[in-house]
């Protein structure tokens, strides 16, 4: 089911934006909708997408719809069919244990390389967004907390310089937070999060290259008892 578009202008009040494309091509609006409804679980996968139905809830034209779900099919979180349409796309157990594994392994090799390497300038940096990343969690803004989050991670790996190995950590932790956002059975909680990633930049910049990588590997580790069950799974393969 499709929710009325949100309002992003609480954004601003954070004065950061965890967005890297601050363009203001509608469809990114859009695909940023999309993403939304998609992560926290109100569009189901194997749920069909309507161009009209998002076009009208957008209040914009089809064809910025349709520029909006290729992005998403690029992203993998939908699939399209020339006749059957646009559906949410599932992810199996099988496929989020790989990605828990992979983004663990990028990680953990990014913390290695830039332990106590950290400028001044990227550490504010890290806490800012980790404040507005707390701010977003305790008003159960889902969505924005995981973008915060991702943004975060992403400024961290930035630092270790593997440039092409971005696009798979960002992907990687679209498709985690699809899979642990969905499935929440209890409210975010700000000063948890704060706890938990408050150990990653202490880490990572006064660390030995040992203690950043086991820090970034906790980080990534508790994903695998948490939220790898089979009943995780049920609603999210198809
Ligand atoms: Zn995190």
Same mark, same amino acid.
């Given at each position: 089911?499709?929710?009325?578009?949100?309002?992003?202008?609480?954004?601003?009040?954070?004065?950061?934006?965890?967005?890297?494309?601050?363009?203001?091509?509608?469809?990114?609006? /859009?695909?940023?909708?999309?993403?939304?409804?998609?992560?926290?679980?109100?569009?189901?996968?194997?749920?069909?997408?309507?161009?009209?139905?998002?076009?009208?809830?957008?209040?914009?034209?089809?064809?910025?719809?349709?520029?909006?779900?290729?992005?998403?099919?690029?992203?993998?979180?939908?699939?399209?069919?020339?006749?059957?349409?646009?559906?949410?796309?599932?992810?199996?157990?099988?496929?989020?244990?790989?990605?828990?594994?992979?983004?663990?392994?990028?990680?953990?090799?990014?913390?290695?390389?830039?332990?106590?390497?950290?400028?001044?300038?990227?550490?504010?940096?890290?806490?800012?967004?980790?404040?507005?990343?707390?701010?977003?969690?305790?008003?159960?803004? /889902?969505?924005?907390?995981?973008?915060?989050?991702?943004?975060?991670?992403?400024?961290?790996?930035?630092?270790?310089?593997?440039?092409?190995?971005?696009?798979?950590?960002?992907?990687?932790?679209?498709?985690?937070?699809?899979?642990?956002?969905?499935?929440?059975?209890?409210?975010?909680?700000?000063?948890?999060?704060?706890?938990?990633?408050?150990?990653?930049?202490?880490?990572?910049?006064?660390?030995?290259?040992?203690?950043?990588?086991?820090?970034?590997?906790?980080?990534?580790?508790?994903?695998?008892?948490?939220?790898?069950?089979?009943?995780?799974?049920?609603?999210?393969?198809?």
């Amino acid at each position: 089911m499709l929710h009325s578009i949100s309002d992003r202008s609480l954004v601003s009040r954070f004065g950061i934006s965890p967005w890297s494309s601050t363009s203001n091509r509608k469809s990114d609006a /859009v695909y940023l909708y999309l993403e939304e409804q998609i992560i926290v679980g109100a569009l189901k996968p194997g749920e069909a997408i309507a161009e009209q139905t998002v076009a009208d809830a957008c209040d914009c034209a089809q064809g910025t719809v349709r520029e909006a779900l290729l992005k998403l099919q690029q992203s993998g979180l939908v699939v399209r069919h020339d006749y059957k349409g646009t559906r949410v796309a599932g992810i199996s157990r099988a496929e989020a244990v790989e990605i828990v594994k992979i983004r663990m392994q990028l990680e953990e090799q990014a913390g290695r390389m830039i332990a106590s390497n950290i400028s001044g300038e990227t550490r504010d940096r890290l806490f800012e967004i980790l404040d507005a990343m707390c701010q977003a969690a305790d008003d159960n803004e /889902v969505f924005l907390c995981s973008a915060y989050d991702r943004l975060f991670h992403a400024t961290l790996f930035r630092q270790a310089n593997l440039r092409g190995l971005e696009p798979i950590l960002e992907r990687c932790a679209l498709h985690m937070h699809r899979v642990t956002l969905s499935h929440r059975d209890i409210p975010l909680n700000g000063e948890d999060i704060h706890e938990k990633h408050i150990a990653i930049i202490e880490t990572h910049c006064n660390g030995t290259p040992e203690e950043a990588a086991n820090a970034a590997r906790g980080h990534v580790s508790f994903l695998f008892d948490r939220w790898m069950s089979e009943h995780t799974f049920l609603s999210l393969s198809i």
